[in-house]
T-cell receptor, first 112, second 111 residues
């Protein structure tokens, strides 16, 4: 079956540091890949997505590239802000399915 | 436009009691989904409504969980009787197309 593995948190960074949150997946076929973010007290929001190999999703300074050869979709940001503190979930959905398979989430804490 | 709302935000109950969680989807969204995140683990799919019909309930853990969506608007998820392992955060999401919009979740603690 499908599964997503992401690095355990919390990840603690200083403002303006570089961020990487690793995500690898197992799936049959060619899934779509997603990063969701949950800010404190809010619902999950779709942050970015990629639907085929070598696609790069980007939003709010975050990027992730769909790497089929390494089955990875690592999330990166060049300079994090305190407001980026949240829980980040990597997810995938198979072709024809709208139900995501989520990873365990990675908490990011950015301090001034 | 209002997003997906859930009530209550937090519920603490004793083992054996009953709890009902409510989800109000975005107006006009036919699809409504329930998910659960047990502490520190993955967010798991529970079930999917299309309007008032259950499209997929393959993720429901057992018959202590009952979901309804009368009239195709809001949905309730009842846990009866609650067990300790039911503790977690219950998310609701709605959609009209591919993208799901999530609510803030209800944190359920069973003691």
């Amino acid at each position: 079956g499908n599964s997503v593995t992401q690095m355990e948190g919390p990840v603690t960074l200083s403002e303006e540091a570089f961020l990487t949150i690793n995500c690898t997946y197992t799936a049959t076929g060619y899934p779509s890949l997603f990063w969701y973010v949950q800010y404190p007290g809010e619902g999950l929001q779709l942050l970015l997505k990629a639907t085929k190999a070598d696609d790069k999703g980007s939003n709010k300074g975050f990027e992730a590239t769909y790497r089929k050869e390494t089955t990875s979709f690592h999330l990166e940001k060049g300079s994090v802000q305190v407001s980026d503190s949240a829980v980040y979930f990597c997810a995938l959905s198979g072709r024809g399915s709208y139900i995501p398979t989520f990873g365990r989430g990675t908490s990011l804490i950015v301090h001034p | 436009e209002a997003g997906v709302t859930q009530f209550p935000s937090h519920s603490v109950i004793e083992k054996g009691q009953t709890v009902t969680l409510r989800c109000d989807p975005i107006s006009g969204h036919d699809n409504l989904y329930w998910y659960r995140r047990v502490m520190g683990k993955e967010i798991k799919f529970l079930l999917h409504f299309v309007k008032e019909s259950k499209q997929d309930e393959s993720g429901m853990p057992n018959n202590r969980f009952l979901a309804e969506r009368t009239g195709g608007t809001y949905s309730t998820l009842k846990v009866q009787p609650a067990e300790l392992e039911d503790s977690g955060v219950y998310f609701c999401a709605s959609s009209q197309g591919n993208e799901q919009y999530f609510g803030p979740g209800t944190r359920l603690t069973v003691t």
